[in-house]
């Protein structure tokens, strides 16, 4: 399981079904992958009633959402024969895990359908049968994936190229497949019930690092990964690393101090050059908005045909320095934070 701030009556919902097992020879892994800190007070005291699950905190808060490296942490710890990645904001069938016992096979990975309730339905408490199921996933919603270890493992788990949402489940099936492994859809029966929740956690409304169009990267990204018949992913960064809580802190103390504006060549400048090569160093980035009445006189001078400069919008800039982190420091410990005027970027190289 992974997790983000979700609701905790959410969470415990859905830990609730799996502690109310008929089959209780499981481990459950759970990743929490960035939450506030106001919110993770609050999650460590839901937790102390289950003490099954093996807990794993990274101190991500702000970052952006890699739910591909939180699962590859719990699958690089996972000694079972089998591993099943499922989502926090399901409640599991009493007979779930004794099912994935059925069904495990050697060579085969099997995903399963789910029955999604509206929010009236979630917010009840009741027995799985007493909820009335609004409508049932397809076979295109391949995240509730139960997986030979082994296999999972050899093609180096899940691609942590894939930031924010989408894909990165599809990406998975789509490597086995041509390794020749099946991928079997499970729809014979209903065995998990995803609750309603909002979705302001994946827009711009969030506080956390959000880049406008990276759903769409992703499954251009995805379809590259098709054509070019892939198996192994993450081949030039080490996967599943969980982050260090002292290089966090360290992020407290940097030693390096940029500020620039949002002109175009500045901005162009410190992604291409400066950034890439900071080494042995704790930087803090701050790039601001350049004032109105500066803006105004430039538009004069572009209207005139002077010389004028290019500025880029803050937006344009969140997703410029959001894809560098995802493409060459994914795995550097770093904090990233923007509001209407800033973008400040705290990275340890």
Known sequence: ????????????????????????????????????????????????????????????????????????????????DFFFV??????YHPDFVNRLYELKEENTARYFQVGFLDKNQSD????????????????????????PTELLK???????????WGSE???VHIRLKNLGIPVEYYDREILMLHQWHPKLYRSVHNKAAFHSSLEKINSRYLIQTQELKKTKANLNFDWGIIPNKEDYIALENP????????????????????????????????????????????????????????????QTINNLLLEAIISFYRNAPYQYSINENKIRLTIKK
């Open 1 to 80: 399981m992974t997790n983000r701030n979700r609701d905790l009556n959410i969470v415990k919902k859905c830990l609730d079904s799996l502690k109310n097992q008929s089959n209780d020879r499981f481990e459950l892994f759970f990743v929490d992958y960035g939450s506030d800190e106001n919110y993770f007070i609050g999650l460590k005291e839901l937790l102390h009633s289950y003490p099954k699950i093996n807990f794993i905190d990274c101190p991500v808060s702000g970052q952006l959402w890699n739910k591909c490296r939180a699962i590859n942490i719990a699958l690089k710890k996972c000694k079972t």
């Open 86 to 91: 499922g989502d926090i904001d399901m409640i």
């Open 124 to 147: 009840k408490n009741g027995s799985f049968e007493a909820y009335q199921i609004s409508f049932n996933s397809t076979d295109n919603a391949t995240g509730m994936t139960l997986y």
């Open 154 to 164: 050899q093609i180096n788990g899940f691609d942590e190229f894939y930031h924010g």
């Open 169 to 171: 489940d599809t990406d």
């Open 255 to 314: 030693d390096v101090f940029i500020s620039i504006t949002n002109e175009k060549a500045t901005v162009d400048a410190l992604l291409r050059g400066t950034l890439v090569d900071l080494k042995n160093s704790i930087a803090e980035i701050e790039i601001k908005m350049t004032a109105d009445e500066d803006k105004t006189k430039n538009l004069i001078k572009r209207f005139i045909g002077r010389k004028y400069t290019e500025y880029y919008e803050l």
